[in-house]
């Protein structure tokens, strides 16, 4: 099972799949149903507001990577995800912190170019 982090959730929406590391790039052919966090669409959401991306609308950006890669969100239960967010504190960064912890609740590896993340996550992906 594997997670996708918000910038390559762009990445994948922009079809810029060439810009995710060898491991990522192997570990997504290798999938058929990666998955989100449903904090990566408030963060997507958040960064269209603030004119830093802009897709047509983020659920269109969603239902279009749905249909071409199979993506699906995750469905772990808020009170896991608070849990596995309370056990580290290596970033301040609210949607990084919920979106690791999505990953962590779930079981599942993610797929980030987040170098914090590549730090301290044992199971991040690059």
Known sequence: MIHL???IVT???L???RNLGDAAQRL???TSAP???PFVIVELEILTELGRISPPSVPQMIATL???IGLVQSEASMSAVSEAACRFAWTR???????V?????DGAKLITADQMILRHFDQAVW
């Not at 912890?101 to 609740?105: P, V």
């Open 11 to 13: 990445w994948l929406y």
């Open 15 to 17: 079809r810029k799949i």
């Open 66 to 68: 749905e249909d071409q």
């Open 35 to 37: 998955m989100i966090s």
């Open 93 to 99: 960064d609210p949607f990084d912190r919920l979106i």
């Open 5 to 7: 982090d918000t910038q």
């Open 28 to 30: 997504l052919r290798r």
């Open 101 to 105: 912890a999505n990953a962590m609740a």
